[in-house]
């Protein structure tokens, strides 16, 4: 196996590029968008301030609604080694967990949406 390839843009673009394809998505939930997503960023370099680039990302896509694509950003915070070596990891995802879970029920979100997405938090 070769190295892997990195996207050229930065970590910026690429979280822009992911919020506006969500913001154009069919349902506005950014559910067909995921797969492509998570592609984007295993591809990302994570330089200094990724995490907290990520973290910003994630708030903002549950507060407007583009839910799938926020559990796939949520998730790209498990991935991240060491980020999260000496902080409470299990207390930070439950708190993120927590925002998403009221924003959707806050929302009326269908049930069917609903069990999907949290499908996705523990696949």
Known sequence: MGEQRRLIL???DIL???????EKS????????????????NHTSRGPGFFRLLI???ERHICHQHYYTAVALLE???RISDCLKNQQK??????????????????????????????RLYH
């Open 26 to 41: 069919r349902d506005g939930d950014g559910a067909e968008y995921v797969n492509l997503t998570e592609q984007m960023l």
């Open 90 to 119: 299990f207390l930070f995802l439950k708190q993120m967990i927590g925002q998403l879970s009221r924003q959707i029920v806050r929302n009326e979100v269908n049930v069917t949406k609903m069990n999907d997405i949290a499908n």
């Open 76 to 78: 790209d915070t498990n």
């Open 10 to 12: 930065s970590a910026n």
């Open 16 to 22: 822009e590029t992911i919020w506006l394809l969500s």
């Open 56 to 58: 910003r990302e994630v």
